[in-house]
C-alpha cells in the first residue's frame, strides 16, 4: 500500500525502510509490540487479582502431559 501511494514498484529496488521513511508511516510489528508492552505495564499494576495479571505471570508446565 506504502509503495502504491509514493508510486513506486519493486522493479525500482527502493527498501521498506526509505519508504516507511518518505510516507511518515510506522512499522505494524513495531506498533504491535510496543502496545503490547503497553498492555502489559498496565495490567501489571493491577492489585484486584483478575485474570489479565494471572494470565501474565503464568509460567507453563515442562514436561509430557500424562
Do not use: F, Y
Not at 3 to 28: F, H, K, Y
Not at 29 to 38: C, E, M
Amino acid at each position: 500500500m506504502e509503495r502504491a501511494m509514493l508510486g513506486v514498484s519493486l522493479r525500482d529496488q527502493i527498501r521498506n525502510e526509505e519508504i516507511r521513511r518518505r510516507t511518515r508511516v510506522t512499522d505494524i510489528a513495531q506498533r504491535v509490540a510496543k502496545l503490547k508492552w503497553q498492555w502489559a505495564g498496565h495490567i501489571a499494576q493491577r492489585t484486584d487479582g483478575l485474570w489479565g495479571l494471572k494470565v501474565l505471570e503464568c509460567r507453563p508446565r515442562t514436561g509430557k502431559r500424562t
